[in-house]
DNA sequence: ACAAAAATATATCAAAATGATATATTAAGA
DNA sequence: TCTTAATATATCATTTTGATATATTTTTGT
């Protein structure tokens, strides 16, 4: 099987709520999606372009008095299909690349302390990162009642509360254990030089 | 600042605990490290040759009796020094692409079972990738008073321990919230029907 | 009122990562 | 014996990343 490009059906599905421009898109992904799907302007207009070729995307330029260009996007019925289309293929496997677990994978060649103050960094932004996403913490019971076509960017909200959540509650177990190891170091360092003295 | 290829690291990493071929540094990461950073052939071969060239490691074939030729890569103390290096360096933004939230976000342009559907499937996934790990659970008091360095692979372990039962408690909730829309409709249905047979 | 900073907007590109595929031998199982 | 799994290396087009360049408009602070 060759390889889909994704970034077409993401692009396809923003457009499909609202016509935008390379820029709306960029700043809607960055506060909406960013956390489970990120994309900078070089995946964003290359494939805009593309899309336009193949008809998906119907692009309009907008001239107003002195204004910068504005190239405003909107979905054709033929992407709408391709979208569509899209939706119902198999999820495919989710990636994940966490530097921290990385070098915490190598921590025995930092000194304890450094381990520590990397995964309370990581603690930190993740609470940050949480406390943002739960500004957004509707009522879901009354979205399920009133308006259940809106409900499905709240699961996403609430995927990223759990994720962000379990991320703290590890960063605290781990730095508990960290603690109890250079607790361990310390008495260890005391008795040595308890020898030397005596 | 230059994009800077952390591909090279993570194989240093490996390579620094015990001689590797390219066949080996895979499996590995297959087994340990990919649910947090997998890579595959294309970055493995191409980066020990640039890490060759540059001194960082060591290569040498091994050609035994008719066995296909073995190309086994050692640690330079230069690559050693490397890596320490890298390790002090602060860690970078951590990424994920999950397809599912995607796909869900969108997820009113589906019926409510496909959307049900697609939960369940990852709920599954996570669920046997959460057994996978806790297979390696071992007793941490243990290893912190006796292999203090062992620790930390440990930690990583736990990491994703975290990580898998947060997408099931979401996945769980997620559908339970959806199984309430779904109900919704039909009633809503039903009472459709009624007011026509009327 | 003025200067600085932030927001709006498009675009490019080298480097890195992905994922699929090709090839060939050896070991294990049916 | 035949087939499948494991060992092993390699390539490559496509996709993604991340940084940077450019320029105007709006907002904010002094």
Redesign the interface.
């Known amino acids: 099987m060759a390889k889909i490009n ?1 970034t077409r ?2 692009i396809l ?1 923003i457009v ?1 709520m609202k016509p935008a421009s390379g820029y709306d898109i960029k700043k809607w992904v960055e506060e ?2 960013s ?4 994309i900078g302007y070089g995946q964003i207009y290359p494939t805009l372009e593309g899309l336009e070729k193949d008809g998906l995307v119907f692009k309009s330029t907008q001239i107003e008095d002195g204004r910068p260009i504005r190239h405003e996007y909107e979905i054709t019925p033929a992407g709408r299909e391709e ?2 289309k899209w ?2 293929l198999p ?20 000194p304890v302390e ?2 520590i103050r ?1 995964i309370e ?2 603690r930190d932004k993740k609470l940050r990162e949480m406390e943002l996403l739960k500004k957004f913490d509707y009522d ?1 019971q009354e979205f ?2 009133t308006k ?6 709240l ?2 909200l ?2 990223g509360i ?2 962000f ?3 703290i ?2 960063a605290d ?2 730095i508990g ?2 603690k ?2 250079q607790k ?2 310390e008495q260890a360092n005391n008795t040595d030089n308890n020898k030397q003295e005596e």
Not at 35 to 38: E, G, I, R
Not at 148 to 153: A, D, K, M
């Open positions: 994704k059906y993401i599905g499909s909406t999606f956390f489970f799907w990120d979208l569509q939706m119902t999820v495919e496997e989710e990636k994940c690349r966490y530097e921290i677990l990385v070098k915490l994978f190598f921590g025995y060649m930092m450094e381990n990397i960094e990581f879901i399920i009642n259940p076509q809106h409900v499905y960017p699961l996403t609430l995927m759990h994720s959540k379990s991320c509650d590890w177990e781990a254990i960290l109890q190891v361990n170091n």
